[in-house]
């Protein structure tokens, strides 16, 4: 089954078949927040940039969606500090118990 990655705000676009590792390379010229502020008082208002199946590809097809985040290299080095420090605190908790628990 044929598939079509599609950023349609951004006209990027590419075929994904499957078995095939097809790389996408762009550059965004917007952040999401940017985007969302020009989109304010259109029917867009409040919607981010979409991911879409641009191929009618069967029956889930109306549901192969999402959202993109594009953050400001700050923007996304705070949010990687902050997964960090996540990961460290949650695994210092074992929630499997010890070995000997087994």
């Known amino acids: ?3 079509s990655f599609k950023l349609p705000e951004l006209r990027v676009g590419q075929d994904a078949i499957p078995g095939m590792s097809i790389p996408v390379h762009f ?4 952040t999401s ?3 969302l ?4 008082g259109t029917p867009r208002e409040g919607k981010g940039l979409e991911i879409a199946c641009a ?3 069967g029956l889930g097809h109306y549901r192969m969606r999402g959202y993109l985040s594009i953050e400001t290299e700050d923007e ?3 949010w990687l500090e902050l997964q960090a420090q996540y990961l460290e605190e949650e695994g210092e908790e ?3 118990g010890d070995e000997d628990d087994w």
């Open 94 to 96: 074992d929630e499997w």
């Open 55 to 57: 191929q009618l590809c």
């Open 76 to 78: 996304y080095n705070t």
């Open 27 to 30: 550059e965004a010229n917007t």
């Open 1 to 3: 089954m044929i598939h």
């Open 37 to 40: 502020q020009k989109m304010v």
């Open 33 to 35: 927040e940017e985007f």
